[in-house]
Nanobody, 120 residues
Framework: QVQLVESGGGLVQAGGSLRLSCAASGGTLSRYIMAWFRQAPGKEREFVAGISWSGGNTYYADSVKGRFTISRDNAKNTVYLQMNSLRPEDTAVYYC?????????????WGQGTQVTVSS
């Protein structure tokens, strides 16, 4: 069973950058379209960005388009999210997940997530 561990979150000022990592164990991520999601306090979890099996196609929520970049290294079984020009509204717990077919799917067991806090 694939286990996901997210890392790289932290406290950053508005306009700053962070790079999140999602490392997998117990299975290979190359079988999955991978995605990042986030959940802010009092809100539902929402899709942020997705990436196809080989990395050739990427998908973004309108709210992060042009600021965030998703990438993957299948040799390292890891997915990344580079976040630039961060805004206070990006504050949330960030999770990764994947699905064999859908760029917005989440068929794997959720990890603990990593907290991102953006101060104004």
């Amino acid at each position: 069973q694939v286990q996901l561990v997210e890392s790289g979150g932290g406290l950053v000022q508005a306009g700053g950058s962070l790079r999140l990592s999602c490392a997998a164990s117990g299975g290979t991520l190359s079988r999955y379209i991978m995605a990042w999601f986030r959940q802010a306090p009092g809100k539902e979890r929402e899709f942020v960005a997705g990436i196809s099996w080989s990395g050739g196609n990427t998908y973004y929520a309108d709210s992060v388009k042009g600021r965030f970049t998703i990438s993957r290294d299948n040799a390292k079984n890891t997915v990344y999210l580079q976040m630039n020009s961060l805004r206070p509204e990006d504050t949330a717990v960030y999770y990764c997940n994947g699905d064999p077919r859908s760029p917005r799917g989440s068929s794997l067991t959720w990890g603990q997530g990593t907290q991102v806090t953006v101060s104004s």
